[in-house]
């Protein structure tokens, strides 16, 4: 069974399928797919911050970021997994509860039974480094029935409170709650009578001993109280404290302040009888403290923390608001209970609080059941500061960037500078700045071994030489003061020519490059090495010094936050400022070219508020974003144009604008579309707008355009291959985890061929192209997507390749002549227009067949060949196995081969080409094949337009099948030669074999491993279940290797190094079969599924092979390093008695210059295969120990080539290796990993034994090679 997956994407705009623009490049930055996660996978339940400012987090989660972490971590300041807290195999449940005493130990409760191995119910103390503290005694604990310890508190004496729905301490009854003493025991001075029949919340010990008690009882020891109780510290109730009638319901959590008032939370909604929602402070003696406000909430709250400064914090399920101001799970409360109305979390965290946390410099932790905190995937931890500003860098998974993305550079050789806020990328330390290479990993070669910034990199323009100047609010570059503006080489190196002498005195945000290599600078600063007048911005000199003639008087009274410089020199600045040189801007204003304000340019009242990003269209228009909402008195919501004049453009037509949010970035792109990205989250013109969207020229909103950001865009570039790269806070990008730069598909802009000529330049990267009329001669090109108009014809020349980033629609036709190739990377592409598609085999004879596939949909076999004979159409099935006879009017299966014979007028005796035509829809994404045999031979096909590379499918479908590829070849002519015959081309990792050459000279049918669209070829099952193509899997051009006669290709791309050699078995009446041996990173010298095939015996004369395990092998891999005391088995058949020669083909790498022997054991004679070919004579028969191939380099004897007895036994355990040898002793060791690198050696043993221990070696396959004293050497795998 084939199937064939298309991915239709179904748009909220339009009722058209098509593959929308703004889709995520997954190919950048492969590393950040989502398999790390962003944070701990299930709840936070608890939150502890030790003094050093570690913290303890407890919870349900069993992962921290993807890696298995149980119930249990404690992290580091920066957010980071301490390592040397090390719970071993943790615990085997939940975790409610955490403290710690004075000693530093780690208190946890919750529904556990065993910690590391080790008995413990429900309660553990640690030691702490994570170490199980054996002398705190909970084997059995609160372990029966069904008990939760939910809290924990510490008396000063030591003694231990723990509360929650338990019912026993050990043997003892103690109903939801008990005293310990410091060495676990229970303490039975704590008399509290049959307690609770409900469960206890939370406890807090005060500072008189006494103990407050909170839960969902209404009787505590018989004593009615309605969700609290205070008792003595004896464990009697203290029935000086008056509650009244209590709560109404749950009681969730106790804070107590200094002053001994004590708040709670829960899901009550009155207090003694008069309403209180959720929120309650009470006095010390139990009466209500009036004087606490606040409307309360309208959700159950889980959990209050004071601050230092007497600032209350309450997290739960509430949403709605409080005293009139929006919450979400978290509410931050002045100390008389009426909110912050400053603190401002954006969304906050999308579901339940259960546990705060706070530090000395006034950030909080915020743990609970979310997963997404303002917007972005946050995994039930977050950080917040004293504004509620995110702290995004703290829990980063390790992937992508830790923190902001500020500005991205994209250079011209396809890497990216990138800054901005961040110290990691990929885990590689990356201060403020890093380069990426161009599939978006970390390149090592920039900067490398320095420290880069010590604070944020805001911006950064390129110079036409290369060099990047960089500015932000930083004082050191890499460990040296330049006071926030420095020149550094491409390399990442300071240009030490660029002097700024003490630089700025505060951050830089703006900076803009002039046509006379001029640097406008502006920001926040007023000095500019010790100029006190210098207010906010300043030109620089290409060598860094201050440009004198540029005067702008008292510059701006606030901050400018962007610099765009006009064709004309003229130079628009933005940002937060109201005056500019003490005359009313606000928030825009533009200069001459010497600083001075141009009153030509008149914005009237100008905005409202800040002016955050400015861009310039191709006609001189000017277009702004920001947060304003008036420009000049007329509503215009955060973005409009201008007319080069100042005036508002009434024909750009913004609406309503943006309901939400600030623009941040604006990049026009050729066509005069506008990109644009921020904070907004809301709607512009009603479209829901996430981040990031499009417009039109206009102003309209471009609904072929769809990308959504899940938090803030600070950073929009084009790459030089048409990409558009965004940055900023987001960690997620239309479902796809990103974190905090992305790269997405798109088009910039379009041209239209109308007969004569094309309306925008030729095809080329970026554009969209429309066939209004037919094109007879299309060359190779590389566009962004193709329509051609009904009735026309698009005609791509052979050996040329239309590579689409898109779609290929329309009505019309593109007709592929022979070679040629449509070449699509993206999976999810749907095409729609009709291709034709020419495949010429080689010359062939009537009865001859060839191997297909069908590179489109619904492709009748008939349509193929329509003059074959009807029953001449097959299949092979699998099951029998055996050839199937097809109905000629039969659809071809994507992914499946057939054979179909040649037309029945082709002759018997001279051979002809034969040219077939595929028609229909072009193939494109992910296409599976059923193996639903083992170990049968399947026979398959290219299911694309364009050829495949044969390594990537045999990696992709590694152990579905056996790692080879088999491919039928007329590669004979008719002749007077008696034995002639076809046979299979085979293809692996290490290489290709082929067939006899029609003419002289070197074989030309090796297989490269390119395969050719149209082709049909042979696999061989290894287990049953889906075999895969994708697009991942298409190359861009190669498409000529359909097997037939052709020349060698040359390889653009370096491949690996292989050792390798080919060797022919041949006779004068054109008798051949070839083999292949090579040496190479993963062989082994076992049977490898990759890098060993066996013989398919396709030749009807003669067979030849090398041996391995008994297999009868057509190539054969073996393993590095190469040791020229090697020896291997080769064996044939054949079916006729002659004279046949064994001769060198060609070989490459290390074996190019190794000397080639063939031992012939029943003519017991050696001869140089280097020097001469061998010839011999045989009978009929198989003859599989007649020949051994050795590598030996001096004059040999048959008895040098005895195999010694000697038995070696390799054994890996533990991390503990053991080398033994039967017979004979040690002389050298050597183990290497699987690609050859030396890892350890030992010399001069002089030992039967040798243990290995102590390697600093990560998990992997190695290679040990031992030599006997009798330099007798053998290799073995193992698995250390």
Not at 203 to 218: E, Q, R, S, Y
Not at 722 to 746: A, P, Y
Request: hydrophobic share 35%; with cysteine; proline share 3%.
């Amino acid at each position: 069974m084939i199937k064939y997956i298309l991915f239709l994407i179904f748009l909220p705009f339009t009722n058209t399928l098509i593959a929308q623009q703004g889709k995520v490049d997954n190919t950048f930055n492969t590393i950040d797919d989502g398999s790390k996660g962003d944070g701990f996978n299930a709840t936070v339940r608890t939150l502890f911050l030790q003094p050093d400012n570690n913290l303890i987090v407890g919870g349900e989660y069993t992962s921290l970021h993807g890696i298995p972490s149980s119930y249990l971590t404690r992290l580091k300041p920066d957010g980071t997994i301490d390592e040397s807290f090390d719970t071993g195999t943790s615990f085997n449940g939940k975790v409610y509860s955490s403290n710690v005493q004075p000693d530093g130990k780690i208190l946890v409760g919750g529904n556990f039974s065993t910690y590391n191995g080790k008995n413990a119910g429900r309660l553990v103390r640690l030691n702490n480094d994570g170490s199980y503290d054996e002398s705190f005694n909970t084997v059995v604990a609160a372990s029966s029935g069904a008990g939760i310890v939910h809290d924990i508190d510490l008396q000063s004496d030591g003694k231990i409170i723990i509360a929650g729905t338990f019912t026993k301490y050990g043997n003892t009854a103690v109903n939801r709650i008990a005293r310990l003493l410091p060495n676990g025991l229970i303490d039975t001075s704590f008399k509290i009578g049959i307690g609770s029949a409900l469960l206890i919340s939370n406890v807090h010990v005060l500072t008189n001993g006494k103990i407050l008690v909170v839960g969902n009882f209404t009787s505590f020891n018989d004593f009615d109280s309605n969700g609290i109780i205070r008792l003595n510290s004896d464990g009697s109730i203290d029935k000086d404290f008056n509650i009244g009638t209590g709560f109404d319901d749950n009681v969730n959590t106790i804070e107590v302040q200094p002053d001994g008032k004590i708040l709670l939370g829960g899901s009550f909604t009155s207090y003694n009888g008069i309403t209180a929602n959720r929120i309650v402070r009470l006095n010390p003696d139990g009466s209500r403290d009036f004087s606490f406000l606040g409307s309360g909430f309208n959700n159950v709250v889980q959990v209050i923390k004071i601050d230092s400064e007497g600032n209350i914090m309450a997290g739960g399920s509430f949403t709605g608001r409080y005293d009139g101001v929006t919450v979400n799970h978290v509410a931050f409360l002045n100390s008389d209970g009426t909110i912050k109305p400053d603190f401002d979390m954006g969304t906050g965290p999308a579901s339940t609080v259960w546990t705060l946390a706070n530090d000395s410099e006034g950030s909080w932790f915020i743990g609970g059941t979310f997963s997404v905190f303002d917007g972005q995937n946050q995994g039930r931890l977050a950080k917040v500061n004293f504004e509620g500003e995110q702290d995004t860098g703290y829990l980063a998974s390790g992937i992508g960037f830790d923190n902001s993305v500020l500005k991205i550079i994209p250079l011209e050789n396809q890497k990216t500078i990138v800054l901005g806020n961040f110290t990691k990328f990929n885990n590689n330390p990356a201060f403020r700045i890093a380069r990426l290479l161009e599939d978006g990993s970390f390149d090592p070669d920039f900067n490398t071994g320095q420290t880069g910034a010590n604070n944020l990199i805001k911006t950064a323009i390129l110079q036409a030489d290369g060099k990047i100047i960089l500015g932000g609010n930083f004082t050191k570059y890499n460990d040296q003061l330049y006071n926030r503006i420095v020149r550094i080489f491409q390399d990442g190196s300071i240009d030490n020519s660029f002097n700024m002498g003490s630089g700025f005195n505060s951050q830089i945000y703006a900076m803009a490059l002039q046509s006379d290599n001029k640097i406008i600078v502006a920001g926040n600063f007023t000095r500019y090495n010790g100029d006190l007048s210098i207010i906010r911005i300043v030109r620089l000199l290409p060598n860094g010094s201050q440009d004198p003639t540029f005067n702008t008087g008292l510059g701006a009274d606030a901050i400018i936050d962007d610099i765009l410089i006009q064709p004309d020199g003229k130079i628009l600045i933005g940002g937060r400022f109201i005056k500019f040189n003490d005359q009313s801007y606000q928030h825009l204003v533009r200069l001459n070219t010497d600083g001075s304000i141009d009153t030509s340019f008149n914005i009237g009242e100008g905005f409202d508020k800040n002016v955050y990003a400015i861009a310039l269209q191709s006609d001189g228009k000017i277009v702004v974003g920001g947060s304003f909402l008036m420009y000049n008195k007329s509503s215009q919501k955060r973005i409009l144009r201008l007319n080069s004049n100042g005036s508002l453009d009434s024909s750009f037509d913004s609406g309503t604008g943006f309901n939400k949010g600030d623009i941040r970035a604006i990049l026009v792109q050729p066509d005069d579309r506008l990109l644009v990205g921020g904070t907004f989250s809301g709607t512009y013109k009603n479209y829901p707008s996430l981040r990031l969207i499009r417009l039109l020229k206009t102003g309209d909103f471009d609904n072929t355009f769809n990308a959504s950001v899940n938090n803030k865009i600070f950073a929009l570039s084009i790459t030089s291959d048409f990409r558009l790269l965004i940055g900023g806070n987001f960690n997620s990008v239309s479902g796809f985890s990103k974190h905090r730069i992305c790269r997405l598909k798109l088009c910039l802009e379009s041209t239209i061929w109308d007969g004569r000529s094309w309306s925008n330049g030729y095809p080329s990267g970026g554009k969209e192209i429309f066939f209004k009329e037919d094109f007879p001669i299309l060359n190779s090109s590389n566009v962004c997507s193709c329509s051609i108009e009904a009735g026309k014809k698009v005609t791509l020349l052979s050996g040329n390749t239309l590579g689409i980033e898109f779609s290929y629609s329309g009505l019309g036709t593109l007709a592929l002549e022979d070679s040629a190739s449509l070449y699509q990377s993206d999976d999810d592409m749907v095409n729609s227009g009709i291709m034709q598609m020419k495949r010429k085999t080689n010359p062939v004879l009537k009865f001859d067949y060839t191997y297909w596939s069908s590179p489109v949909n619904n492709q009748k076999l008939i349509d193929l060949s329509p003059h074959t004979l009807f029953d001449k159409y097959q299949s092979y099935n699998s099951a029998l196995p055996g050839w199937k006879i097809e109905e000629p009017s039969s659809y071809m299966t994507l992914g499946k081969g057939y054979i179909i014979r040649s037309p029945q007028e082709f002759s018997q005796f001279e051979r002809s080409i034969y040219e077939g035509v595929f028609a229909g829809v072009p193939n494109n994404g992910k296409v599976e094949v059923d193996l639903q045999e083992n170990n049968r031979f399947y026979l398959i096909g290219n299911p694309y337009p364009s050829a495949i590379d044969g390594n990537i499918f045999l990696s992709k479908n590694e152990f579905k099948i056996k790692g080879a590829l088999y491919f039928w070849t007329h590669n004979t002519q008719i002749t007077n030669l008696e034995y002639t015959s076809d046979d299979y081309a085979v293809y692996n990792l290490v290489g290709g074999v082929g067939t006899k050459a029609i003419s002289k000279g070197m074989n030309e049918t090796i297989p490269d491993g390119k395969i050719a669209s149209g082709q049909g070829f042979f696999v061989k099952s290894n287990q049953l279940g889906l075999l895969e193509f994708n697009n991942s899997m298409r190359i861009s051009g190669t498409n000529n290797k359909f097997f037939k006669p052709v020349k060698r290709q040359t390889e653009t791309k370096k491949e690996a190094a292989k050792n390798r050699l080919w060797l022919n078995l041949q006779n004068d009446n054109g008798a051949f079969k070839q083999i292949l041996i090579g040496y190479l990173p993963g062989a082994t010298n076992s049977y490898d599924l990759n890098y060993d095939a066996e013989t398919l015996n396709g030749n009807q004369f003669v067979d030849f092979y090398s041996i391995s395990e008994s297999k009868k092998l057509v190539i054969q891999g073996r393993a590095l390093p190469f040791q020229d005391s090697d020896e291997i088995n080769l064996g044939y058949k054949t079916v006729i008695a002659d004279s046949f020669t064994i001769a060198i083909d060609h070989s490459d790498g290390n074996l190019s210059e190794q000397e080639i022997y063939l031992e012939d054991k029943l003519m017991n004679s050696i001869s140089n295969l280097t020097l001469k070919d061998y010839t011999f004579h045989s009978e009929i028969g198989v003859f599989t120990d007649r020949f051994i191939l050795h590598f030996t380099n001096k004059n040999l004897s048959v008895d040098d080539f005895q195999n010694t007895k000697n038995e070696i036994l390799v054994s890996s355990k533990d991390k503990i290796i053991n080398i033994r040898s039967k017979n004979q002793k040690l002389k050298n060791v050597q183990l290497y990993d699987i690609n050859g690198k030396l890892l350890f050696e030992k010399r001069k043993l002089n030992e039967f034994e040798l243990v290995i221990s102590n390697l600093r070696i990560v998990h992997q396959i190695m290679l040990v090679k031992v030599i006997l004293e009798d330099d007798f050497s053998k290799t073995k795998k193992i698995i250390f």
